[in-house]
């Protein structure tokens, strides 16, 4: 009996260690997330306004108009960017871009897949060790982006992308990454990144009459073109960074609720068999009382 007293005492004693690493977690990830917050909500209306001004642009252009970061190939070998974390403990946030990296290969280039012309440029660890693991052909050069995350280094990953499309060495280049919501919700999406998307309703066409270009719209496009794709690669790390730091946060506050749970079950758990192992002395020294009466 005593030897059950102390296994569960150890089992306490373990479980409250980890209760208080699940918490230490929880605070910093939840000052984390303020930054990280701060900065995409900051960042996000200037990203997709610049957004649609280059949808906009690319869709009223004429026939003749070179624009090469939004000409249309057939999609015969591919580049997804998926960006992940560096560090787990963070729920099924990894798992859950590494799932939709696969269904959009799975249900966009099954034939390109077959033929090993799908190529991963994964931003982070996770996503880095996974496709790795897995045979996938990898470029290795930005996976390390999180432990200095600047928009420099960002715009290098872009820029690879960027000059492999318009070298030929790609045809199509997607992003997939978690837009963040809240500390408790994230949406996982995949974005078209190039050839830039002609994307714009009838009534946006009108609007493209009354632009102005100064100076010409070609000079203009090959100047803004590079800046707003960097720009558009940046907010989805930013992104990625704010989800990874509510996905953390919100995972080591139900990892300590479980602590709790467990710790109330294993202290009921030792009161019982504390007070079987006095009920049992109690009887032994009842009983060695009335054989020595006897």
């Not at 871009?97 to 696969?102: A, W």
């Not at 715009?155 to 690879?160: F, G, K, Q, S």
Request: charged share 20%; proline share 4%; with cysteine.
């Amino acid at each position: 009996m005593s030897g059950q007293l102390k296994e569960v005492r150890n089992r306490i004693k373990s479980v409250t260690s980890t209760q208080q690493i699940t918490k230490a977690m929880k605070m910093v990830s939840a000052a984390k997330l303020r930054r990280a917050q701060d900065a995409i909500i900051q960042m996000r209306p200037y990203t997709q306004k610049l957004q649609e001004m280059l949808s906009n642009i690319v869709s009223g252009s004429s026939a003749d108009m070179e624009l090469p970061l939004a000409t249309e190939r057939p999609a015969e070998r591919i580049l997804m960017i998926p960006v992940t974390s560096d560090r787990g403990l963070c729920g099924a946030y990894n798992a859950n871009v590494i799932k939709m990296t696969l269904a959009v290969i799975a249900e966009k280039y099954p034939a390109q897949q077959a033929k090993g012309n799908v190529t991963i440029l994964p931003l982070g660890k996770k996503g880095y060790e996974y496709f790795l693991r897995h045979n996938f052909n990898v470029v290795d050069n930005y996976w390390t982006i999180f432990s200095n995350l600047n928009f420099d280094y960002v715009r290098e990953a872009a820029i690879y992308a960027q000059q492999a499309f318009l070298n030929k060495e790609y045809d199509r280049v997607e992003l997939v990454y978690s837009q963040f919501r809240n500390a408790a919700t994230q949406v996982f999406v995949a974005e078209p990144y190039l050839p830039i998307p002609k994307v714009v309703s009838e009534g946006e066409k009108k609007k493209n009459s009354d632009f102005i270009f100064e100076p010409s719209m070609e000079i203009l496009m090959q100047e803004l073109m590079p800046k707003i794709l960097n720009t558009q690669v940046y907010k989805a790390v930013l992104d990625a960074n704010a989800s990874e730091h509510g996905a953390r946060m919100t995972a080591m506050d139900k990892a300590s609720e479980n602590a709790n749970d467990l710790l109330r079950s294993l202290k009921i758990s030792y009161n019982r068999a504390r007070q079987a192992a006095i009920t049992t002395e109690l009887t032994e020294i009842v009983s060695g009382a009335a054989a020595l009466q006897g």
